[in-house]
């Protein structure tokens, strides 16, 4: 099936019974009962499926895992609740058997760097950073390191910079790594990391997938050679997503494809008008036919499907000026955030990458002049008349 047809049927109605609800419903208890105990003992023993524990299990959180793996390609996903906890869950079944040590783009969200450089690095595992879109820099570093996960960003937070998946899940392989991959910027209407040789696509529910600014989520989908270890330490763990967040999230991925097409279009045209305003010196745009990526765009990208981020400099502005300039804006929401309907726009030095020193961020080429623009669904004229006249 495509993906606007998974989208909207994959997860539901998998419940025997005289009757079966047309959508999966909110399952909110805590424990299940079985007819016999000799049945429970299978269930607890994972002999026979069914949920016992909502730690475990839930038939909400099953179901929209279900739906997640099939948007991605994928055997299977483990739903938790913030992409955060995902990613974490991911690196640590990438280690679980291998090297305690990982080699990660250096252009990334602020807190997932802060989650390596202040949580896992002083936990003992290794950590260094190399441009994921310089090939013969990032095999170097991979051969220097010998990691056992190597992490990036498909379309990286917020300079939206595109590694070629395709040859570093080549340099993992190679090097008995494994290819951990935040795609919540991509998509699995434009990339799914699993075909090109990762072995865990991971991803904020949060924004596009639920879409709507109204849950918090994240998912892991991993190969099958993974699967049991993320779903083994989740059930330890229990970094795991309620029954309300999963039925949201459900209902926004039913219209997932349909808004994330239109978004994507939106930002095209935003992206043009920004790049010829006076006031903006830099656009950053995956559909830039002069990006610096422009050779993996064109090998793993759909046609006219970029992405919805569209992040811009503005001419002679600091903090002070972008603070006047966000604060002018009467209809693009000044939030974090991001894949929601509505356009939201973030500072990243105060919000995603304020937890990286100014130098830190400085080397990562933010600079303190730079917005992100998340586009939404809205009609892209309303959008750009609202940012000309912020920008006035
Ligand atoms: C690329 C990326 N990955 C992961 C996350 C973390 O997601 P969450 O806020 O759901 O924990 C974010 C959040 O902004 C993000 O931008």
Redesign the pocket.
Known sequence: MKINTKAVHSGDRKKPGPYVPVTTPIYAASAYSYASMEQLDRIFGQEESGPCYARYDTPTAGALEELVAALENGPGAQSCA???AA?HLAIMAALADRPKSIVAANAM?G??VGMLMNILEPSGVEVAFADACDIAAFRAAVETARPGCILV?SIS?PLLRVPALDTIAQIAREAGAALVV?N??ATPLILRPLELGAHFSVH?L?KYLAGHGDV?G?AVVADEGHLPIVRGLSRTLGPVLGPFEGYLTMRGIKTFPLRMERQCANACRIASWLAAHPKVERVFFVGDPSHPDAASIRRLFPPNLFGAIVSFEVKDAGREEIFRFMDALRLVVRAT??GDVHTMMLYPPMS?HREISPKHRERMGIRDNLVRLSVGIEAPEDVIADLEQALG
């Open positions: 913030s992409g955060m990613l969200y807190a997932t960003e937070n935040d919540t910027f904020s949060t918090m994240g955030s991001l995603s």
